[in-house]
């Protein structure tokens, strides 16, 4: 046996962490008071958008499976995408973390790393939290404070309006297909394990596995569409999955929708990796969830709008169907035949395996 | 064997729990997006105050000996006092929950009567949150935003200012000895057992287990300190034991402390159960933790105006010290003989069994 010992959170101790925390988060405007006192002291706009939403491990996560920095960038990004998809400006986090004593600091230090990089790439602070042990699984609860002067909600569908999505569908199903199929990717985001594939595989499968464990929703976009009030009637992000969302917008509105399925959008690269499994992408694409792109209600008059600011954004976006007069179901026509899409739901209390993340409400 | 069965979390599903909760929430002022859209939004002051704080079950509580209902208050508390040390006023709420699926929808239903019942009683509206399943152990992390328009900060003391304290100590920390000799408290805070103890205690068992179990934080006071700025030069709340949290404030305002022990106030119904012991209630006062009363550095000129607003207030305040020069130590004074007040820290990551809440910078 040898000497060395991994260093863990227990081991170096609560203050000890903390202190290596404050020393690399950097000042954020806006900011008067940062960790350190009982509470942030921030500027706020008049309106704000709150947010929060929790990666929990052996629920959201397979600690074996995700690099820490990837961890700590994707529970940031969930709750960008929730911000983004009320067309606000991030502003500050809090970070909630519960550790298991026996924990590594390297997967501390990884895991903050995370958080503290994707929240400077889009300008947020991070101004407080709170460090906890547990005899359980790591935890960790991101909640974010955004600027909510011209929210786009997701009330506001009107009869006629097209059901328009950003980006391709289905990446982050398939890359966690392909996570328990062996492939790994680094730290740093680079494949460095393709498990049951080939090498030459290794653009397609970066792309899925980094979809599932890096998600970067359109925030950019999302914010240009509030520029024009009305451009977009309604909006949400794509957390649980296109079958589930739609029908949750349907319902919020008291309207239906008929989508053509042939025209929902699937990622290219989970075109190629079914097509090598003999598989179809549809299913992913419409079910599989974790996608963080948007969904929306547009009129046709505005479309052409869109389209022109997507294209700034270098953003595809596609038009999938349209809203109608009815109960909130989901149906799906091709040519004469119709028929209702059925939401292959999870609850989230009947998890049997890791699974994408739950909506209470707010998230 | 019964066929009564537990109805759980698992069996009543995600989206009937989340319509449960939404139909009992009301409506809150500045609220303009409640739960139900993928973020809150809410009317802001110019300037805000952030904290948020978790519980742990088998770390800062052990839901055998805790009803539902106060948990759930306590969950607010701890977060309240955070907002209450900065004297703010607490406007909006988020509510993070991590349940393990076999947990009952009793004791779901009671921990938001208690969150519920306990914003209200402050006028905070729970605006969202996130509910989702674990593998581990219940985890309750809330976060609150208040108006901080008016701060008062852990900086600002100076040398010869006056330690002052509210409340009586030692309360919490002799609840939780009470719990684990037998006493138990009836969801609606009654003592339903005095374990080793005769029923003639009840009344000083019945403060002290709540004081544990159901804290409440000074929060008019705290407020009403910022009416006049400069009064109060700094404040905290007294949330991981005296002999911690001082140090706290000495260190982050580079000044040391002298307390005279036999000053501190001890919580008569500690003083009482103590002296039924045969114990010393002093060590529980100085290290105990979870009081959740004030720490002040306050002007002696300026002590008459806090006594004044104190009586109005019915809270008692204390002056055990003053300020000094030196390094961040605190030391204890008893006549002529001074020596260093050993603080009884614990640290976050070395527990071994229920513990006090631990603090990373904002808590």
């Known amino acids: 046996m040898s000497d060395e010992r991994i260093e863990t959170v227990s081991s170096l101790g609560e203050r000890a962490l903390v202190a290596r925390l404050r020393s690399r988060i950097a000042e954020t405007q806006g900011v008067k008071v940062g960790i350190g006192d009982d509470c942030a002291l921030v500027e706020t706009p008049a309106a704000s958008l709150l947010t929060t939403d929790t990666l929990v491990e052996g629920v959201h996560f397979d600690r074996a499976l995700t690099p820490a920095r990837l961890l700590g960038r994707k529970a940031m990004s969930v709750n960008l995408s929730d911000i983004g998809a009320m067309s606000g400006v991030p502003r500050y986090a809090l970070v909630n973390l519960c550790l298991p004593p026996t924990c590594s600091v390297e997967f501390f230090d990884g895991l903050y790393e995370g958080l503290i990089e994707r929240a400077a790439e889009v300008g947020v602070g991070i101004v407080g939290g709170n460090l906890s042990a547990t005899h359980g699984p790591v935890t960790i ?77 359109p925030l950019a976009f999302a914010r240009a569409m509030s520029e024009t009030p009305g451009t977009v009637r309604a909006m949400m992000d794509l957390s649980d999955g296109l079958s589930i969302d739609l029908i949750r917008l349907c319902a919020e509105n008291s309207i239906g929708a008929v989508i053509d399925p042939l025209a929902v959008p699937v990622d290219p690269a989970v075109a190629m990796i079914e097509r090598a499994r ?46 109608v007069v009815g109960a909130p179901v989901v149906s799906v026509q091709v040519g004469e035949w119709i028929e209702p899409l059925k939401s292959q739901g999870f609850d989230h209390f009947g998890f049997n395996e890791m699974q994408r993340p739950p909506v209470f409400g707010v998230t």
């Open 141 to 217: 609860a991101v909640t974010i404070l955004g600027v909510g002067d011209r929210p786009i909600l997701r009330q506001g569908v009107q009869v006629g309006d097209l059901v328009v999505i950003t980006g391709g569908l289905g990446a982050a199903s398939e890359g966690l297909r392909l996570l328990r199929e062996g492939v790994r990717l680094a730290d740093d985001g680079m494949v460095i394990d393709t498990g049951i594939w080939t090498p030459s595989s290794e653009g397609p499968l970066a792309r899925c596995v980094r979809a599932q464990l890096d998600p970067t929703p």
């Open 278 to 323: 003999g598989g179809d992408p549809l299913p992913l694409a419409l079910h599989g969830g974790e996608d963080y792109q948007l969904l929306m209600a547009i009129s046709p008059d505005n479309l052409d709008a869109v389209r022109d600011m997507a294209f700034v954004w270098d953003l595809p976006i596609t038009v999938i169907g349209q809203f």
